[in-house]
Structures are given as C-alpha cells and as structure tokens.
C-alpha cells in the first residue's frame, strides 16, 4: 500500500514549470507530482536548480521529476526522470536505474512510442492532445481517441496526456483512459494560478 501522504505516482493531477519558485509554490499547495523543466542549463547549474527544488519539497507531499538533465538528477539525489526521445537517445539507461530514478518518457507516434516500450518507463506521456502555443511542434494534435488507443497498447503502464489541456476537458481525458493530465499553459499563464491548481485538486479528490 501506498504511504497515506505519498500519492500514486505519477499523480493524476500533473503540472509541468520551469522555476524553482514554481516548484514551491505548487508544493505548498499540495500538488504530488511536479515536473521542473528549466532549459538551456549547464551541468553545474542544473544540479544546483534540482537540489535547490528537492529542497523546497521538504516536508510536502510533492514528488520532484526533472525533466531531461538526467545526469544533474543522479547527483542531486533526485528519485524522478522524464526524458523526451532525444534526450532518451543520448540518455545513459543503465546508470538511471542504477541512480534509483524512475523514468517518464514523452511519445507522439508508433515509432517512438515502440522505443519507449523497450525501454521499460514507469510511464509514458502521450502529446499534444489538443494545439499548444508553448512551443512548436513537429507532431498534429493528438486528440482524445488516441489517449484510449495507447491506454490499449501500454496496459498497465500509467499513461499521462498532455499538450494544450484545460481543466474543463480533464474529465473527458480521465475516461479516456488517461492516468494523469500533464499541465502547463493552463496554471502558469492563468489570471489566478492557486485557484486553478485548487480546482485541479478538486477534480482529483472527487475522482478518487
């Protein structure tokens, strides 16, 4: 059994921010699983950033995962990864396991989603689902049949959905067959980012 203050990982409500403070502010209002992803860091300063974060979820419930500085998290002791497909191609598997780290992977199609598989994660993202501005993707939208398709092809291996999600859809997404709901855009460019995440909340204790 899960410990009773330790969420199911990762959590059904999932958030994806660039900043320590980010990471602070997300933790005190009790989200469990939150994704630092910090671009364009030297080794030395990534290291420094998740340690910076590992310390700021001290005494919360939130679970820290860094995305793509693999190397960075062994040092700092981080317990989380997720990895996009390049970064998974130049990615040191064995000494990720070896760290203790889990592994998220993101997907977009068969051919990556094949290479994830072989690479045994804890779970695996599936995007965009719906058009996102943060940045420009290579990939269509998704949409939300796919989620149930890959959820088919995957079993028991948690499956998160991202990529241009609101709250309003999350529902859908859930009964789609989706795990968790990775979120960006919809906390950190809303007018009141604490209210959204509590309602996040909300929507993730009433489907417990």
């Known amino acids: 059994m899960p410990h009773p203050d330790r969420p199911a990982y990762p959590d059904r409500f999932y958030p994806v921010v660039d900043s ?8 005190l209002l009790g989200v469990g699983t939150i994704q630092l992803r910090a671009k364009n860091l030297s080794e030395s300063d990534a290291v420094q950033t998740i340690l910076d974060a590992l310390e700021v979820i001290k005494g919360t419930r939130a679970e820290l995962v860094v995305n793509d500085y693999w190397r ?5 002791g981080a317990r989380h990864i997720h990895l996009g497909q ?3 191609a130049a990615a040191d598997l064995h000494a990720i396991r070896a760290g203790g780290l889990t592994l998220g992977i993101s997907t977009h199609d068969d051919d ?4 994830a ?4 994660p804890d779970y695996i993202a599936l995007g965009p689902i719906f058009p996102t501005t943060l940045k420009s993707m290579r990939f269509a939208p998704q949409g939300i049949a796919r989620i149930s398709e890959w959820k088919k092809r995957i079993g028991d291996i948690p499956l998160v959905a991202i990529g241009g999600i609101k709250l309003e859809q999350a529902r859908e997404i859930y009964a789609a067959g989706a795990d968790s709901i990775a979120v960006v855009s919809d906390i950190t460019q ?3 980012p ?7 909340l909300g929507l993730k204790a009433e489907a417990a």
């Open 194 to 200: 604490d209210a959204r995440v509590r309602s996040w």
């Open 190 to 192: 809303n007018a009141d």
């Open 20 to 27: 320590v403070a980010w990471v602070a502010r997300l933790a």
């Open 117 to 120: 598989l072989h690479a045994r």
């Open 86 to 88: 390049e970064d998974l």
């Open 72 to 76: 960075a998290a062994i040092i700092a």
């Open 112 to 115: 990556e989603l094949a290479i």
